[in-house]
């Protein structure tokens, strides 16, 4: 393997923090986003954690600027072993406040933005036998109350993986999907919500993330290095997803209550 690595959503959060653990191994990035400064920026911790690359502004709804990055990556890498689909945007509101554009927004970068860079990248993986990292959510399998939009958006990047998995295996490319839980991370800062209190009650859950987005960037490059595919970082979401398997009616139960609190909070905010 030649050790070069490509990562959407690079400018700022876990995409920058998975940026760091691997420049420490002294991999070559490619790092991608529409924030400009904040990719100048991880190019340059880049450089001083051990690894080197190059920066390209990239809209991952715009598939054009994914496959030109892909062809930046073969001029300047001469290929690439990994690929991490990593940007995103956080969404909240029930079901009955989402505008259609609300949904839109949210299936385009969030899950059409993953199934475009497997798509302009997957010729250069199939010739490094390399490996696709698709970064989902605790949400995808746990769906809690009042961010629909997201939930589905996470959900479908899990299946999207859990399709590639099997379909990818002949041409011996690794899959691996992160349901990372909330942490501490920037995501807010593109939050989009039908009312400020909303913001406030996802922004209170993002705060009280016990791990910080540089653990969970540890956490990945260990369980992608055991092959494992589904990757929990969290020791909660483990339990919860524990319990969800076993019996999906208890979640479904806490879920509606947690939905009667939000909404409670939301009429005297």
């Not at 769906?143 to 041409?171: F, R």
């Not at 791990?211 to 969970?216: E, F, G, L, M, T």
């Not at 260990?222 to 494992?228: D, T, V």
Request: glycine fraction near 10%; proline fraction near 3%.
């Amino acid at each position: 393997m030649q050790n070069r690595m490509m990562i959407t959503g690079a400018g700022s959060g876990l995409g920058r923090e998975i940026a760091l653990r691997w420049a420490r191994e002294g991999w070559q990035l490619a790092l991608s986003d529409v924030n400009e400064p904040g990719l100048t920026e991880t190019l340059q911790l880049v450089r001083e954690a051990g690894g080197d690359g190059f920066t390209q502004r990239c809209d991952v709804r715009d598939y054009s600027q994914l496959t030109a990055l892909a062809q930046a990556c073969e001029e300047k890498l001469g290929g690439i072993d990994i690929i991490v689909n990593n940007a995103g945007v956080a969404s909240g509101g029930f079901f009955s406040e989402l505008s259609l554009e609300d949904w839109d927004w949210q299936i385009a970068i969030n899950l059409m933005g993953v199934v475009k860079g497997c798509k302009a990248f997957l010729p250069l993986l199939e010739r490094s036998q390399g490996k696709i990292i698709n970064i989902a959510s605790m949400a995808a399998l746990m769906q809690g109350p009042a961010m629909s939009n997201y939930n589905v958006a996470k959900a479908g990047v899990v299946a999207l993986s859990e399709s590639l998995l099997v379909e990818l295996k002949q041409q011996e490319i690794g899959v691996h999907v992160v349901c990372p839980s909330f942490f501490q991370t920037n995501l807010m800062d593109s939050f989009r919500g039908p009312t400020p209190a909303m913001k406030a009650q996802v922004g209170k859950l993002l705060e009280n993330g016990p791990i910080s987005a540089a653990d969970i960037a540890n956490y990945i490059y260990q369980e992608i290095a055991k092959g494992e595919f589904m990757i929990l970082p969290h020791e909660q979401g483990r339990m919860a997803w524990a319990l969800k398997q076993k019996n999906p009616q208890a979640l479904y139960d806490e879920m509606s209550t947690v939905a009667d609190k939000m909404r409670a909070k939301g009429k005297q905010g």
